[in-house]
């Protein structure tokens, strides 16, 4: 008989006790038996975070040394994330606390979730919540994909029973539904906050989470508003550029937070923004997010990268009364907004094909 398991999977914690499985130093991730109340998943493809793959490569360049070759890379990079699921059970970053989310096939379905969810064994999935507290056994590492932070395995996870998913639709191809359902919360909370009429201010509008939102936020705020895309790369900048999603599209690479502010106030004739909505995956992006948005307007950090410290002190620090928003991977039908976005253009799913299937 299967041991009762706790919701939220309090009972995978191994230290501190007391903790849910995501600020938990460590937890369980024996796979050998599973709680009643678990689904143990077969593990085909990790997807990190964007800051926490940025980071997790850059450390493993830095470990490799100068010169190095990308498959010396890519041994540091291994080396780094076996160690984060050895220490902890689990992948988190230990440097940026963030995770990713995984693809994979249902095992086995704990005996008290059976007919009470739409799932079967079999069914491929991915999962909505992050590896940061999703206990994971990596076997074999087989393939890493720099350019789309995507990392093949040979592996186990649980999923809780207050864990999301979503089944991998028929009509898209796996790694595709994939890279978008990372970063559905950003799209969709996207849909939630821009109104007609308003001016959107997006910072990396030409990376995966940034294109989405760029087509959600013009799809919202529709003629009479404005959606201003700012991007750090030449090729990101060209990518949003030939998408045709923002009305204006600047590259701010090497800029400061006051040329930055100094760019929008002239874009947007002193008004500033409504709505800006923070998808950098680098440290330091929470000051010109706040300079660039209007006093009551709002500020959605969905990066993982944000400093909550920084935001919040220095926008007091500039007197401004903005409303910021932590970004929240999950809101009500995230998944279903982003595929949709998919589906609906043909452009748009396009470059995600190009890039991530």
Sequence with gaps: ????????????????????????????????EIFDNEILIDVQTLNIDSASFTDIHNYAKQQAGEGASDERVKEE????????????????????????????????????????????????????????LT????DEILDIRPDVDQVDIKGKAILFESGIYAKIPSDLPEKLALSA??????????????????????????????????????????????????????KSTNRIKELGFCDVVESVAGMTPPQIYELVEKLTNGKMADVTINCVNVPDQEMPSVLVTKDDGIVYFFSMATSFTKAALGAEGIGSDVTMIIGNGYTKGHAEITLQELRECKALRDI?????A
């Design 77 to 132: 990079i291994k080396k780094e994330m076996l160690l984060n699921v050895e220490l902890q059970g689990k992948h988190r970053n230990r440097r940026t606390g963030s995770g990713g989310m995984l693809l994979g096939t249902v095992e086995k379905i704990g005996d008290a979730l059976k007919g009470k969810i739409d799932l079967k064994e079999g069914d491929k999935i991915a999962t909505l919540v992050s590896l940061s």
């Design 135 to 138: 206990p994971l056994r990596i």
């Design 181 to 234: 359902l990372d970063v559905a919360g950003a799209p969709a909370q996207t849909a939630k906050l821009c109104q007609s009429g308003q001016t959107v201010v997006i910072f990396g509008a030409g990376g995966k989470s940034g294109m989405l939102c760029c087509y959600e936020a013009k799809k919202r705020v529709g003629v009479t508003g404005k959606v201003i895309g700012l991007a750090n790369s030449p």
């Design 1 to 32: 008989m299967q041991k009762k398991g706790n919701k939220y999977g309090t009972h995978r914690v191994i230290e501190p006790k007391g903790v849910l499985p995501q600020p938990a130093n460590k937890i369980d991730n024996n796979m050998d």
């Design 352 to 356: 995600f094909t190009e890039l991530y």
